[in-house]
């Protein structure tokens, strides 16, 4: 049999077909899915030299010596036939004949529906061919059985194994119950010299599908041939489980790549929710960080605060030790005193404490206390350790003075200048300078310059100037406690190189001055003054200070140099100016009014700097050699003196002129304050008037503005009142015209009647006459006709007068006066409008007769009538210009009066005689009357007068009314 391959590579099944199947060994297996469902199932071939195959056709795995045979149970069988080498996987699926399961497979992906697909009807067979001789097992698997023609217990198909049946009426409820698979199992076949198994089903009603056939040797295995096996099984099984830990390993690790892969998705995922969240709180996170900025602000400020807290309790510790400040500095023994022998006199035992002991003779120690004291072991950063605080109090503003003093070659000059690659305090001072400078670049600017001068012989020299001065450098005082050099020259620098360079341009011009440069800086004072402007930017302060470094000439006495001439005069000076400087530390010492500063210029230069307000720190720099007890001695006893000094409070030095310009500033701004507060109060006084001014504007414009509303108002009232005047003056006018025409309809009326006048007149007179004539026989009766007819001509031509009068009166004043009346009226009209009363109208006076005036005042409206009340009220008013009318008037009334009076007369002379009589009778007194006497006596009573005629004219009117009337005047 073949080796055996990878279990895992599945995909290489279709290497090896061949056909028909070469058998390489005694077993067959085809293995089912022995699941319970019955519901999928793999055929499964195990062929030896082949790799496991999936899919459709190789499903499953056998063990070593077994072959598997894939067959499509459902279709055409076998459908494919392929030489595969057989896996061996589990030993389980060939014990006892066990059917090869294949879950694993299908839970891998590997069901196989295929199977399914194709339904055989009628008989059919499979053939397993190139099988060794033998007795073999056969079990027979079968997914499905549809038996739709066959009820319960019915037969279904035969099986025959190599002819012989092996199933045959099968009660399949009885067997497998509902919905389960069938199993044939362990059908025992043996096979001949043709190799073959061949498996037929018979009478086959539905579709049996079968999904599995197991074809296995029988249990009777050489035992030979079983050991072989198993242990090509173990070692199949061990590299399977070797296999399996590496592929679980690489898997686990996948897991975990995974895992760790998803575990960042979601870290991702919610990173990036964070980020599409934290879109809108932008807004929040720039008021965060302007919060922060504030914070940071403020921050700053306590950090100033707190910066100033820590400079005045620093300062205030540095009180509590004593401003000046002695460390005491020994210097190694010299190669020269080594080899000497020269014993070392001094004892550092208690040096940590500051104690320094010096072997005066014998067992005899004197002990000295400084504030520090330095072995010979101890190195320029030890020292300058101790001394950097002193050194930055420049840069807050105090003064500072450090110098170095003891004998000659005691390492004065070692300790503040120092070698090139062992630098000393200056350096170091500068460099530390510069370093906090920069540090505090955001809150202070600082202005560093600086001079190096020597003093020789009380001489000062200016070891930068270009040229030597013309002449001589005095100190002079600039304002209170300021003392200066004019003409000094004060080198700005920078940094730390431009400060070295300086430094060095002194110490060159130092040297030139001297044949022997150590004997010329042993006898003089070195002195290197740094100066220092400083603005605090946040509280705008500003100070000036200065720092002194002093390498001072060796203090030796002169009885041991033994000096004569040039040498002693140097010596002589030198101790002046010490002894000057141990008067002003015994006079500060003592608290003295008078600190002797001018005394040497070397105090007098660092009056300043030197007790009062400022800082000073010295190193008293002495010899461990007992050859040099005594100088050793003199300057510890000095160190001592000077640390014994109790100097006051340091003072910052504000900048002076600084100040005085900040306060000439303060005045100016002071000034410009009070008159802008001048300018701000007469500005708020002009704008209060203003304000004023605008307020009553404001209210005279609010009150014209009501003004204006209201006469707005009035105005539209009054343009709908003209408007209704302007409708009431047409109809006026239209009224007006209606009364001319009645005016002249009247008039016409009034001719007509005049002409009939006329004409009765006419006839009267003709009638009178002829009557005259009739009685001009008669004596009275013709000069009464006359005189009647006389009188009728003059009635005539009253009649026309009056006529005439009237007509002219009618004409030319009653129209006119109507419409000048009617003028008036709208006048008075609007007015009593106004005054709101009602007017009245007579109708009497529109000339019109009361029964057309009714008649014309029914057509009328209210209004109408109302407007000719009132005009009728106001012509009665206006009575005085109607007289015309009125005349005419009185004269119709007289007329009626007459006629009326006539009418009386005739009536009495209708009276019949018997009446009459009876009225004489009645009286007594009446006598009877002739009717033609009576009648005389009528006519003679009526006489010819002016009355007469009035009452025929009057009785003429009224007959035009009543012609009854008439006819009984003119009949009689
Ligand atoms: N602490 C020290 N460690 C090593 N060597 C030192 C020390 N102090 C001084 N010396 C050495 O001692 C010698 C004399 O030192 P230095 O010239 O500084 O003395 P000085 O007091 O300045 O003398 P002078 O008063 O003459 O100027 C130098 O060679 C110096 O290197």
Partial sequence: MAETNSTNTHCQSAQTLLNPISWSNNNVIIGPDNNDDADSADLALCVPGSRLVRTGFVHSTSSAGNTMLLVNAGGEAPMERRDLDIQVLNDRFFHGGDVLRTDENIAEGGSMPWIYQSARF????????????????VDLHFAEIIYTNGPKGMRLF????????????????????????????????????DGAIVIRFEGVNGSPIVSGICIKQSADFPDQVIGKREAEFRDLSSRYEHDKRQWNAVIEKLERQVKTMKQEHTLLSYEARKCADSIPELDKMVSAVQALVAQCDDLKLKFSVEQAKRKKLYNQIQEAKGNIRVFCRCRPMRKDELSARHATVVDFDAAQDGELGILTGGATKKIFRFDRVYTPKDNQVDVFADASPVVVSVLDGYNVCIFAYGQTGTGKT??????????GVNYRTLEHLFKIAEERRETFIYDISVSVLEVYNEQIRDLLASSPASKKLEIRQASEGVHHVPGIVEAKAENISEVWSVLQAGSNARATGSNNVNE?????????????????LMNGECTKSKLWLVDLAGSERLAKTEVQSDRLKEAQNINRSLSALGDVISALATKNNHIPYRNSKLTHLLQDSLGGDSKTLMFVQISPSEQDLSETLSSLNFATRVRGVELGPARKQSDMGEVQKIKSMLDKVKQELRSKEDALCKLEETLHYLESKGKSKDQLFRTQQEKFIELQDQLDSKTKLCRQLEKQLLELSEETKGKEEICSSLQRKVKELENKLIEHGYAESMLLQKKAMQVEHENNLKERAQEFEHQSVILKQKVKELENKLKMKEEANEIHF??????????????????????????????????????WLRAETPLSTKRLNSSNQVMNQESDLLKGTDSLRELRRRREWQS????????????????????????????????SRALARITRNTKPSSTASRVISNNKSYRDQVPGIKSKIWLR
């Fill in 818 to 855: 109507l419409q000048k009346k009617v003028r008036e009226l709208e006048g008075k009209l609007r007015q009593q409008e106004k005054e709101g009363e009602p007017l009245t109208f007579s109708v009497e006076n529109l000339g019109a007769t009361p029964c057309e005036t009714r008649s």
């Fill in 414 to 423: 070692f300790t503040m200048e120092g070698p090139e690659q062992n630098r």
């Fill in 158 to 193: 035969d099986v025959f194994m190599q002819e012989e049946k092996v199933l045959s009426e099968l009660d399949i409820y009885s067997v497998v119950g509902a919905n389960k698979a069938l199993q044939l199992v362990d059908a025992r076949v043996s096979v001949g010299g």
């Fill in 520 to 536: 010329h800086s042993s006898r003089s004072h070195c002195m290197l003054c740094i100066m220092v402007r400083a603005k605090n």
């Fill in 900 to 931: 009326k009076g006539i009418e009386n007369n005739i009536l009495l002379s209708k009276t019949p005689l018997p009446d009459r009589k009876i009225l004489s009778t009645d009286s007594k007194i009446v006598k009877p009357v002739d009717p």
């Fill in 122 to 137: 009628g008989n059919f067979s499979y053939r397993f061919e190139n099988i060794p001789p033998g007795e073999y097992l």
